[in-house]
């Protein structure tokens, strides 16, 4: 006999192997898967595997691993880690940030496979915070048109009804991606669960079954309790038992029976086609109503410890996320600062650069005015010496007038003339004088500007400019999640009857706040519907109504045109006493 095995278990994001001793149990385990990935809300999780006859089974934990009913000759053990039970409050009962992203994950996952029905409207809000998840905050410089080309984020379903592009789709998820900005990937995760877990399909096992007539019917069991749909129709329950009616679970053979804690009703009993199926629904009865149980009573010191914990993590998370956007955005401060300041630099640089021009334009017409000055006063000097010369002439010719009468006229009137010549010439100085002055005035106008073009230039480039810049912080780090061990119960083995008594003490104490408890589950974000209903106006023109799936005409005729809700759903269907639903459940 071997002493060990090997043993191969898939998470939703992982794989891991073991050699194990062939004494193993299921316990042990899952004991060591969970202390692996670090589970501590192990209560929401099995060991999945398909037996030798293919169908789907559960580990039994308190068995040999090599005594159950595996497939002959597989090498390593083939196992599956994966929730078995569901929350019914994801933001309330999810604890710890791996246990809700490996729901996340699963989740998704069966809307992808379309084993949970989405409408196309919710698939593509599902998809931008599945994004938001896996990418961060949306940066369209980092994140160019295409970038989702390879992701599956839509069910093959509502693409297939829609005469839309990969493009068209990318667009409208992005519309919404971009929308999510400073949300992290377990908020996002978050978010997402809470809109999965109002889909009409979350969380539910189906099993055929028939009643005492023989009629074909779907038995789902949930978090919220049993419920019965007709062949055709998986999305409405027509009957419906919450775990606070029942009282005890018992089968013989393919006979399953359920007592309701109601005495004076009869007892709800259906038939299964298989053994392994009432072994199937028997563990999974179990489970979520000892879930359904301790949801109503007060936190045990682990869950309060772990709760603590949680809160203590996210207020880090959420301080540092703090300090980190108070970083970002005194960056972006400086770096607006920075921008401004170069602006002003360059604006003042130009102004030197102009004043400068203006100081060579001054320089260049200041020297031009003393030339033209300079020729000026020159040309008054030239026409002074000629004046004193024509008035010594008149002085010389006057001397020569004496000499005879003709040669006195003649004289005089040279005379005459020279006089005339003479004002004319001394009216021109004057005017040559008068421009002097004036050039003078134009120089001193213009050495004045010369210097206060200096001095603005000197104003300019005496100041200095700088900016300095915060230094960015580092990267968030994340803490490892601490990991605990936890005992998990299961049904035996290969029992042909059993039977389960779940009727505590204080359960009809518990009848009448269930109601309560489901009608928080009915309100609704009036945004995200606004939202739900625009996108789904605006797609409904491109619709493919051949393409249409039997789940779709369900869903559009139960929830949209009724204005139905799951909640609102079982809320009805449970209203009556259990004896009437009983006796529904016969006729059917």
């Known amino acids: 006999m071997p002493k060990s095995f090997d043993v191969r278990v898939t998470t939703m994001d992982a794989e891991l192997e073991f050699t194990m001793p062939w004494k193993t149990t299921g316990q042990e385990v899952f004991d060591m898967v969970t202390k692996t990935i670090g589970i501590r809300e192990i209560w929401f999780f099995g060991l999945y595997y398909t037996d030798s006859k293919g169908f789907p089974a559960w580990i039994k934990l308190n068995k040999k691993?090599?005594?159950?009913?595996?497939?002959p000759r597989q090498n390593p053990l083939q196992l599956v880690f994966k929730s078995k039970f569901?929350?019914?409050?994801?933001?309330?009962?999810?604890?710890?940030?791996?246990?809700?992203?490996?729901?996340?994950?699963q989740v998704k996952q069966a809307i992808l496979d379309m084993d949970i029905y989405c409408p196309p409207e919710a698939s593509v809000l599902l998809a931008s915070y599945a994004v938001q998840a896996k990418y961060g905050d949306y940066d369209p410089t980092v994140y160019p048109p295409g970038f989702l080309r390879n992701e599956s984020l839509l069910p093959p379903r509502v693409i297939d009804q829609y005469q839309m592009t990969p493009e068209m789709w990318e667009e409208r998820i992005t519309s919404w991606y971009s929308e999510h900005g400073g949300m992290l990937r377990d908020e996002a995760e978050m978010e997402y669960l809470k809109i999965a877990q109002d889909l009409e399909m979350y969380g539910v096992n189906y099993f055929p079954i028939t009643n005492k007539k023989g009629t074909d019917l779907w038995l789902g069991v949930d978090a919220l309790g049993l419920n019965v749909y007709e062949v055709n129709d998986k999305l409405t329950p027509v009957i419906s038992f919450p775990w606070s009616e029942i009282r005890n679970i018992a089968f013989k053979d393919k006979k399953f029976t359920i007592k309701p804690t109601d005495k004076k009703s009869p007892d709800f009993v259906f038939h299964t086609h298989k053994l392994r199926t009432n072994k199937m629904i028997l563990q999974l009865n179990m489970g979520n109503h000892d879930l359904f149980m301790r949801r109503r009573h007060s936190d045990t010191m682990e869950i309060q410890q772990m709760k603590a914990q949680a809160k203590e993590e996210r207020t880090r998370k959420q301080a540092e996320r703090n300090r980190l956007a108070?970083?970002?955005?005194?960056?972006?401060?400086?770096?607006?600062?920075?921008?401004?300041?170069?602006?002003?630099?360059r604006h003042f640089e130009e102004e030197a650069r102009k004043a400068n021009e203006m100081l060579i334009q001054s320089e260049e017409r200041s020297e031009m005015l003393q030339q033209q000055a300079r020729q000026k006063e020159d040309e008054a000097a030239s026409i002074v010496r000629k004046a004193q010369e024509a008035e010594d002439e008149i002085q010389r010719v006057r001397a020569m007038a004496a000499k005879t009468e003709e040669e006195k006229r003649a004289l005089e009137s040279k005379a005459r003339d020279a006089h005339d010549l003479a004002q004319q010439l001394l009216r021109t100085s004057d005017q040559r004088q008068k421009e002097a002055e004036l050039l003078k005035s134009e120089l001193t106008t213009a050495r004045r500007a010369e210097m206060d073009a200096?001095?603005?230039?000197?104003a300019v480039t005496s100041g200095g400019y700088g900016a300095s810049r915060p230094r960015v912080a580092g990267e968030l780090e994340r803490q490892p999640v601490a990991s605990a061990s936890s005992s998990n119960t299961?049904?035996?083995?290969?029992?042909?009857?059993?039977?389960?008594?779940?009727?505590?003490?204080?359960?009809?104490?518990?009848?009448?706040?269930?109601?309560?408890?489901?009608?928080?589950?009915?309100?609704?974000?009036?945004?995200?519907?606004?939202?739900?209903?625009?996108?789904?106006?605006?797609?409904?023109?491109?619709?493919?109504?051949?393409?249409?799936?039997?789940?779709?005409r369900l869903h559009e005729e139960n929830y949209v045109q009724k204005g139905e809700t799951k909640y609102s759903t079982l809320s009805k269907i449970t209203s009556g006493t259990t004896r009437k639903r009983v006796e529904h459940f016969e006729q059917l």
């Open 454 to 458: 200096k001095n603005q230039l000197l």
């Open 65 to 71: 691993v090599v005594e159950q009913d595996f497939p």
């Open 86 to 105: 569901f929350p019914e409050d994801v933001e309330e009962e999810l604890i710890t940030d791996i246990t809700m992203h490996l729901v996340f994950l």
């Open 326 to 345: 108070h970083e970002r955005a005194a960056r972006e401060e400086a770096e607006r600062e920075k921008e401004e300041l170069q602006q002003r630099l």
């Open 490 to 552: 299961d049904l035996h083995g290969d029992l042909e009857e059993a039977m389960v008594d779940l009727m505590g003490d204080d359960v009809d104490e518990l009848s009448k706040a269930i109601e309560q408890e489901r009608l928080e589950y009915i309100q609704k974000s009036k945004k995200l519907q606004h939202q739900l209903t625009s996108l789904k106006t605006e797609i409904t023109v491109l619709k493919v109504s051949d393409k249409q799936t039997d789940e779709d």
